[in-house]
């Protein structure tokens, strides 16, 4: 494994970025990730994500606060911020003529390698994202997932201490997705790079980060770890129907033993549970013991989605993570 610096962490307080004639794009945040840790920063479109990624990368001038990036402060020593961070934003700056090789060899002497590493780098790291059977052949013959993980691969050519990944698997489909979610994730495990992940998909950062971040307007709403940040919302809830709608009321009453009535959708009965996920075999239990058969029991477990609903009063646009809900079988065997 590399060894890597101890301060390769990130460091912010007061970041404000304000564009001429226009609302304060990011409006006074405070954070700080630790080194080698994958941080989510949520948020909508217009959020103030990308720039935020744009003044941590040196690629805009705070207007007011401070931020350190491996102990370098971004303001004032630009040039040593960008010796020690990678970066892969959203539009690769790709040139669809050159291979995907010849890219890694123009990406390694850029970076100063010596010549006898740049070939052994660059293969490696090719290899590493996939794309050694595509390596030779143009850039603009890729897919979209090609792509990313060539642009994520010369990010990683120098060896950065930070990773600032903005949005980097928007549009891909789920094979490559889990592809860059893989490497990432060993990137942090194995190597100990920083990562500062920028992401509108929830089941992203549920997955990948140990920490997440949700910025609204421009300012932080609230910041924990995902599992922190659930438990917040609430207990998970279940929502039960009878396949006989006579049983209705005396299965009210045998949920009604577990938690406290929630709305429910249709003809469903909903309970939020008193302990947790822990009770639903005695749900399931009750109901056999009383002869009722169930046409569906649903379990219905707290998301990062309930997260920002509840932090800013309306649903992460363009998430195309699950409900959280789970389908379990009903009770004496009726379908779910």
């Known amino acids: 494994m590399t060894e890597r610096l101890s301060g390769n962490g990130i460091e912010v307080e007061g970041l404000v970025r304000e564009f001429k004639n226009g609302p304060r794009a990011v409006d006074g945040i405070d954070l700080t990730v630790e080194p080698g840790e ?26 007011a606060g401070t931020a350190r990036v491996a102990g370098l402060d971004v303001a004032t020593r630009g040039p040593e911020v960008r010796k020690v961070i990678g970066a892969a934003l959203q539009e690769a ?43 030779d052949r143009r850039v603009g013959g890729y897919s979209g ?68 971040g949700i910025i609204d ?43 406290t009535p929630v709305p429910a959708v249709r003809e469903a009965l909903g309970i939020r549970l008193s302990e947790g996920i822990d009770e639903l075999v005695g749900i399931v239990r009750s109901f056999d013991n009383a002869d009722i058969e169930l046409a569906s029991l649903v379990l219905n477990e707290p998301t990062l989605d309930d997260v920002f609903l509840a932090k800013t009063g309306r649903h992460l646009e363009g998430d195309e993570s699950d409900s959280g809900e789970m389908a379990l079988p009903s009770a004496q065997g009726g379908p779910a």
């Open 145 to 212: 997932g090609m792509k990313r993980r060539l642009d994520l691969a010369l990010a990683l050519v120098h060896r950065p201490q930070v990773l600032f990944l903005d949005e980097p698997t928007t549009g891909l489909d789920p094979q490559s997705r889990a592809s860059l979610w893989t490497e990432v994730t060993r990137l942090s495990v194995e190597d100990g790079v920083t990562v500062f992940l920028t992401t509108q998909y929830l089941e992203e950062a549920d997955q990948l980060a140990s920490r997440v």
């Open 38 to 63: 994958i941080y989510g920063f949520l948020g909508p479109n217009g959020a103030g994500k990308s720039t935020t990624v744009h003044m941590l990368t040196t690629l805009l001038p705070p207007t």
């Open 93 to 135: 700056a790709l040139d669809p003529n050159l291979t995907g090789r010849e890219h890694m060899k123009l990406q390694t002497a850029l970076h100063g390698l010596p010549k006898d590493e740049r070939i052994r780098r660059g293969d490696e790291l090719i290899e590493r994202v996939g794309l050694s059977e595509a390596a």
């Open 217 to 259: 307007a421009g300012r932080i709403a609230a910041e924990g770890t995902p599992a922190a940040l659930k438990s917040e919302i609430g207990r998970p809830s279940v929502e039960v129907v009878p396949r006989d709608p006579a049983n209705r009321e005396q299965s009210k009453e045998i949920l009604d033993e577990f938690g």
